[in-house]
């Protein structure tokens, strides 16, 4: 199991990805991109260079 120093840690880190990828998808939204596999990669970071 991981150990983490505090809770308040725990859930930031736990809670980024999530909230990173609801903004992604709202900016898709909001400026009419597709949601497609391009997308998709950068939403994921590969491959982060």
């Not at 991981?2 to 809770?7: D, E, I, K, N």
Request: hydrophobic share 60%.
């Amino acid at each position: 199991m991981l150990q983490m120093r505090s809770f308040s840690g725990t859930v930031i880190v736990v809670a980024t990805a999530p909230l990173g990828v609801v903004g992604a998808v709202v900016a898709l939204l909001l400026f009419n991109q597709p949601f497609d596999f391009v997308a998709l990669l950068g939403m994921t970071g590969w491959p982060a260079s």
